[in-house]
């Protein structure tokens, strides 16, 4: 079975590789004008979203609301909720500061574009993972705040709710809702040059990783972090998306979901935007904090999520070919 290498993950490899050489670009003394440039093409990444989100869509896509509930209970309860299961085991500073990582990974919304491309691949409910995914992102700004304010506050004094949301609302709600409303206008423009609004989202992630990352080496944050660690880290990544992944197939079962239902419930519940992370975690988290650090375990993750569901809707898209094959004409 050929898997492809998804390019996004090797050009995060190697962005996280320059800020490794070249830190003083990217560090807070930079003469290049990254925070500038990062918020308006954050901007810019969820106008064009909003352009893409059809209203029409979205209302009919409200009919299959088991599939639904099960998708965005995933993504914003049981995926919290296995995290802070471990709470009680962080005794550290740098094991809270890890933690909190996990957990701002947990709260993340779901993302869009793998997840259609992979239910389209394994052949599921396309429709309703592009109803899921879409309406996880507008969620995500609302409740990856809240999940993380509960334990941010009680570690740093600058977390602030009520300049945070307004920071979302400026930087990613006005925008959505700008692109939504001139959809019908401007969103078969967004369709037409759809490859090359996803590779200017990709830049302006890029940008910011690099900054993000320059940042820590910078300032000598990883210098703790040893192979070992990172191997642990891969781990846990792994298996917290196997615990997901299982957990909505059980759930999706005891519901008697059929088979494209199971699978759209399965590849969105247990996927996580790297777009959102990326733009959340410069607004979230305090200065006084390594935004490096804190993406981490979301990139570790982003990879894990993009290759072995690969190979999952690989094989589904091989027994879908089989069956159709044997059935008798």
Not at 5 to 31: C, E, H, M, T, W
Not at 165 to 186: A, E, H, N, R, T
Not at 234 to 246: C, I, K
Request: charged share 15%; glycine share 4%.
């Amino acid at each position: 079975m050929k898997i492809k290498v998804d390019r996004f993950v090797i050009a995060i490899i190697i962005v996280i590789l320059i800020a490794y050489l070249y830190p003083n670009l990217g560090s807070k003394q930079s003469a290049v004008p990254f925070d500038l440039i990062g918020t308006i093409g954050i901007s810019l990444i969820f106008f064009f979203y909003g352009l893409k989100l059809s209203p029409d869509k979205i209302k009919s896509g409200l009919k299959n609301w088991k599939l639904h509930l099960v998708v965005q209970l995933t993504t914003f309860l049981i995926f919290p909720l296995i995290i802070i299961a471990f709470k009680p085991l962080i005794l550290t500073e740098e094991s809270q500061t890890l933690w909190l990582s996990f957990l701002f990974l947990a709260a993340l919304p779901s993302t869009v574009s793998s997840s259609v491309v992979m239910v389209s691949i394994a052949k599921g409910n396309i429709p309703a993972a592009i109803f899921n995914a879409s309406i996880s992102g507008l969620m995500g700004i609302i409740i990856t705040p809240l999940w993380i304010g509960l334990f941010l506050q009680h570690t740093t004094g600058d977390f602030n709710i009520e300049s945070i949301y307004i920071s979302l609302i400026i930087q990613i709600l006005i925008p959505v809702i700008i692109g939504m409303l001139l959809q019908k206008y401007w969103g078969k423009f967004a369709i037409k040059y759809k490859n090359q609004l996803t590779l200017f989202d990709k830049t302006i992630i890029l940008l910011i990783i690099y900054k993000s990352f320059a940042e820590s080496f910078d300032e000598d944050i990883f210098s703790s972090v040893s192979i070992s660690d990172l191997l642990l880290l891969f781990t846990m990544v792994v298996a917290l998306f196997y615990v997901v992944y299982f957990i909505t197939g059980f759930i999706s079962k005891k519901l008697h979901f059929n088979t494209e239902d199971r699978i759209t419930a399965q590849f969105c519940g247990t996927k996580k935007s790297l777009v959102h992370g990326t733009v959340f975690a410069e607004i979230l988290f305090p200065s006084t904090m390594s935004i490096g650090f804190i993406l981490l375990p979301l990139m570790v993750f982003h990879a894990v999520q993009i290759f072995i569901v690969s190979i999952i809707a690989t094989r589904l898209a091989k027994r879908e070919q089989l069956n159709k094959e044997s059935t008798p004409l």
